[in-house]
């Protein structure tokens, strides 16, 4: 499969680019950027062409895998899949729900293939546990907490100059990861309830179709000593904990690649489609407007 990178920022250089040079079936044909000098550098270190000529670079691909932040990323997925792109998305998928909505329509009516890039979800470990916990079912409750350091005062997080993280804060880039997680085990959410903690920290309560009820605690801003992550299910089988990461996003990278090759082989979606990019967007945006309302929304 041809693909090319839309995006030369530090996880287009620090994963997509790496991983796409090295990838057993993956022909990695070209770097676009917004900047061509940006461009034209990434995609010299691996003796591809880079520039910012898109439909040069939609032309010439099979797919695409997008490091960009989301209020540029959606109108680009829905025209890589107008020229018939298989499209690798990044998290969230949109900051709003209409946008992330077009990008499914857009991959729907192409026929194209689409998976987003929640790593957890494509873990060496994480992956099996999440599929065994699904199938085990009769759990109860959920806690996820995913307390990163980004924006603390002594941070050396190379995502501390995101502007659009400084912006939405954790509850749209750390909470995509929670949901990822939790929504396959426990059922679609049915209602969230959102709450202010210090500085970027948000508390989620969500209510699940099956019956279940879970708690998130979102952060960019907690100091180092204190962060890390973790999810815990309680339920008729007793206490379970998520598997810690043991591996960096590259190996779950390549998972991902894996999925959206064998979707757009076999035609099948994958359970981390477009679509369910679009879910993750409407119960976070329902978030938001519990927060500035401070009532239970409906999902």
Known sequence: MRIGLLGTGTWAERVHAPV???????????????????AEALGGRYGVPGGADLDRLLAEVDAVTIALPPTVQADLAVRAAEAGCHLLLDKPVAFTVPDARRVVEAAEAHRVASVVFFTVRFGGDQLPWIEEQAAV?????????????????????????????????????VGPHALSVLLPVLGDATAVTAVAGPLDTVHLVLRHAGGASSTLALSLTAPVAGGGTGMELRGESGTVQLPARGEGPAAAFHRALDALMASARTGEPHPCSAAFGLRTVEILAAAERSLATGATVEV
């Open 20 to 38: 796409l040079a090295e990838h057993p079936g993956v022909e990695f044909a070209g770097v676009w950027g917004r900047r061509p000098e940006a």
């Open 137 to 173: 079912g009769g759990w109860f409750t959920g806690r996820s907490d995913w307390l990163g350091s980004v924006f603390a005062p002594d941070s050396a997080s190379p995502y501390a100059a995101s502007p659009w993280r400084r912006e939405k804060g954790a509850l749209w880039d």
